[in-house]
């Protein structure tokens, strides 16, 4: 048996600064009217009280508990209850990464330390290779050569099926274009077992 020995350079170590964290959404006066439940998940949904006068429809928001903040909803009632919980799943998890570890396909390897496996993902591949003390990786995406992973994914991400999803996501800015409307897609087909009950 052959094993895998990448070779790993010392650069490229330094974490990547995180970003401004994302803007908080102001908070909305709401009345709750419903139950959604996705799975295990379970949400209030409610009217935002407080929307602007020009809206022509009632805008809806939902919240994950009696403590949780109202997020503001795109789809509404108009558009029917399976689109609304399709937005709630694409707002509530990392569809993106959830849509990967649902489809992706390893060609070849295994996921432990000192090995390489090679993925694809409906035509897209990729390679992670992992060092044998399992300290350091590298990820090789189509038409790059090998990268070195941070050490604040590898940190994030002890499991490497899971560090190769999350590579993939960091090193290709663009998957979420490439795969847009896929992850839409099966985030409708997760809010077709949703189930809603009025709250009373």
């Known amino acids: 048996m ?15 600064p995180e970003g401004a964290g994302a803007a908080t959404e102001s908070a909305l006066e709401v009345a709750p009217f419903a139950r959604l439940t996705i799975g295990e998940a379970a949400y209030d949904v409610g009217t935002v009280k407080n929307s602007p006068e020009e809206a022509t429809r009632e805008i809806l928001a939902f919240r994950s508990g009696a403590d949780a903040p109202w997020r503001q909803l795109k789809a509404g009632l108009d558009d029917g209850w399976r689109p609304v919980a399709a937005e709630v799943v694409r ?19 295994k996921f432990t330390a000192g090995d390489k496996v090679s993925l694809t993902l409906f035509g897209f591949d990729w390679e992670v290779r992992v060092s044998s003390d399992g300290k ?3 990820v090789k995406l189509p038409e790059t050569g090998w990268e070195e992973v941070d050490r604040s994914l590898l940190q ?16 290709s800015p663009t998957i979420h274009e490439v795969f847009e409307d896929d992850v839409d897609a099966w985030a409708l087909r997760l809010a077709a077992g949703a189930s809603v009950t009025p709250i009373m």
Do not use: C, W
Request: aromatic share 8%; net charge positive.
């Open 2 to 16: 052959t094993v895998h020995h990448p070779t790993f350079s010392n650069a490229g170590l330094a974490a990547s």
């Open 91 to 109: 707002n509530t998890r990392d569809a993106l990464q959830d849509y990967v570890r649902m489809h992706m396909i390893r060609r070849s390897g």
């Open 136 to 138: 350091r990786a590298q």
């Open 156 to 171: 994030d991400y002890s499991d490497l099926k899971e560090l190769a999803i999350a590579a993939l996501i960091k090193f």
